[in-house]
Nanobody, 127 residues
Framework: QVQVVESGGGSVEPGGSVRLSCSTSGGTFSIQAVSWFRQVLGKEREFVAAVRYSGGNLVYADSVKGRFTIVRDNAKNTAFLQMNTLKPEDTAVYYC????????????????????WGRGTQVTVSP
């Protein structure tokens, strides 16, 4: 079992930056990839970004490409999502997810690829 805990959410003005952290523990040797998803109440969970632990391949949603950066620190079993130039439409609960199986990069965009999820952290972007 892998435990997943997000932190770093909060409120920020448009154009600002936030850095989210995803800390993992327990069975971390099995981690193949870590991703971030986000969800707005009443809408489906949306893929944001993913990183493979082996090889470091990165995948981003088009809506965040060039603004968000996902980084992993294997030694600390932690992944980060640096979010810059934030927009009001980025407001959501952000979830960290861990995959213990290897998927094609395209597959990492799907919630079904992930075995463990955190409880989420709220990010609010408003004036």
């Amino acid at each position: 079992q892998v435990q997943v805990v997000e932190s770093g959410g909060g409120s920020v003005e448009p154009g600002g930056s936030v850095r989210l952290s995803c800390s993992t523990s327990g069975g971390t040797f099995s981690i193949q990839a870590v991703s971030w998803f986000r969800q707005v109440l009443g809408k489906e969970r949306e893929f944001v970004a993913a990183v493979r632990y082996s090889g470091g391949n990165l995948v981003y949603a088009d809506s965040v490409k060039g603004r968000f950066t996902i980084v992993r620190d294997n030694a600390k079993n932690t992944a980060f999502l640096q979010m810059n130039t934030l927009k009001p439409e980025d407001t959501a609960v952000y979830y960290c997810a861990v995959a213990s199986r290897r998927w094609a990069l395209s597959g990492l965009r799907l919630p079904s690829a992930y075995d463990y999820w955190g409880r989420g952290t709220q990010v609010t972007v408003s004036p």
